[in-house]
């Protein structure tokens, strides 16, 4: 069986892990952000669109990834600090 203190070292590990995974989904989002705006840009010349659906779409999704991470990290601090 488990001690308190390894539950705490093992949240903490699971804490690191969210918080890079916050990290590396925030700059996924500002690139594809990005990648947008220079498409919507280049649109204006255009008669349609260049911006992809799946593009689109790809940006909603991730902001709903960063809230599950959020949730997550929130929810570890909550049972962590119930030990």
């Not at 690139?31 to 840009?41: G, K």
């Amino acid at each position: 069986m488990a001690s308190v203190e390894q539950v705490h070292t093992a949240l903490n590990q699971v804490q690191d892990h969210l918080r890079t995974a916050y990290q590396q989904v925030s700059h996924a989002q500002q690139r594809l952000n990005e990648a947008v705006a220079i498409l919507t840009a280049a649109s204006r010349l255009h008669p349609r669109s260049l911006v992809p659906p799946e593009l689109s779409r790809a940006c909603e999704h991730i902001g709903e990834q960063l809230s599950l991470i959020t949730s997550g990290m929130e929810a570890v601090e909550r049972f962590a600090g119930r030990l």
